[in-house]
Nanobody, 126 residues
């Protein structure tokens, strides 16, 4: 599967931004999907993940309560709505797909994901 992320940009602190990730492939609905982010000089970290059907979601501690992940299997797209953005949210955001986690499990480690998009930059100014 190929993934392409959209929606990055510059936003002021306290603002909102929505990311989307379009995927190719006929089995999109069978992939667990995730969003990761990588700030300059830091390791890539898990932000959010969603199960096949969308019934299970999981968030990293740093974004919990501010970010919302969702998916539309009919459109082969996963979304990340980011609210109350802060300068520490500045990073390149990557979408990823995992084909092996099954119906409900949402992994949080980068090695668990098989496919990655190219990343989109989100910059939050103070």
């Amino acid at each position: 599967v190929q993934l392409q992320a959209f929606g990055g940009g510059l936003v002021q602190a306290g603002g909102s931004l929505g990311l989307s990730c379009a995927a190719s492939g006929r089995t999109f609905s069978r992939y667990t999907l995730g969003w990761f982010r990588q700030a300059p000089g830091k390791e890539r970290e898990f932000a959010a993940g969603i199960s096949w059907s969308g019934s299970r979601t999981y968030y990293g501690d740093s974004v919990k309560g501010r970010f919302t992940i969702s998916r539309d299997n009919a459109k082969n797209t996963v979304y990340l709505q980011m609210n109350n953005l802060q300068p520490e949210d500045t990073a390149v955001y990557f979408c990823a797909a995992d084909r092996n986690s099954g119906t409900y499990y949402v992994p949080t480690r980068t090695p668990d994901y098989d496919y990655w998009g190219q990343g989109t930059l989100v910059t939050v100014s103070s």
